[in-house]
């Protein structure tokens, strides 16, 4: 089998070779995302839920779904998990009585607050390496790399996918 001939530098800047060292990286910090919040006794659908309702307050459940990135059947499976494990309660929404809204119990508060606080420390130790300035301009770059993803994405043509 012939040697493939070793990248050169302008390889290393194109879209494919970047997509490429994002999606490692990303896949990398995801499991170690999902062996801290595992090792709290919690899932990760479960955990952003509480998250969420920890940082943002009482949610309905499509809020909180558009906030985890779960669709509305995952929602509803990891509400009720939550709510019979006496960490959620649901409550009529005033605005729409078509849905409901989310909010922690006191179990809830307690736990979140110690998983989060330990979440947090785990997800520091990854980005540990990158000075302050980095950590900023990973931030900006990762955004800005993010909204012209959306962009194209809302500007596809249903046959651009397929």
């Avoid at 659908?45 to 909180?64: N, Q, R």
């Avoid at 989060?116 to 900023?136: C, P």
């Avoid at 809302?154 to 996918?161: E, G, V, W, Y």
Wanted: aromatic share 4%; glycine share 8%; hydrophobic share 40%.
């Amino acid at each position: 089998m012939p040697k493939r001939p070793p990248a050169k530098n302008s390889d290393k800047l194109q879209g494919v070779h970047l997509w490429l060292l994002l999606w490692r990286a990303e896949r990398a910090v995801e499991e170690h995302a999902y062996r801290s919040v595992r090792g709290l006794g919690l899932g990760i659908s479960d955990f952003g839920v509480m998250e969420a309702l920890f940082h943002k307050g009482p949610l309905t459940v499509g809020a909180i779904g558009k906030k985890v990135l779960l669709t509305s059947g995952s929602m509803t499976a990891a509400v009720d998990r939550l709510e019979r494990q006496g960490l959620v309660r649901r409550a009529d929404d005033p605005a729409d009585r078509r849905s409901c809204i989310v909010h922690l119990t006191d179990a809830g508060q307690a736990l979140i607050v110690d998983a989060f606080i330990q979440h947090k420390a785990d997800m520091e130790r990854v980005f540990a390496s990158l000075s302050v300035e980095e950590r900023g301009l990973l931030g900006d770059l990762l955004r800005k790399v993010g909204r012209e993803a959306v962009s194209l994405n809302d500007t596809a043509k249903p046959n651009d996918t397929e």
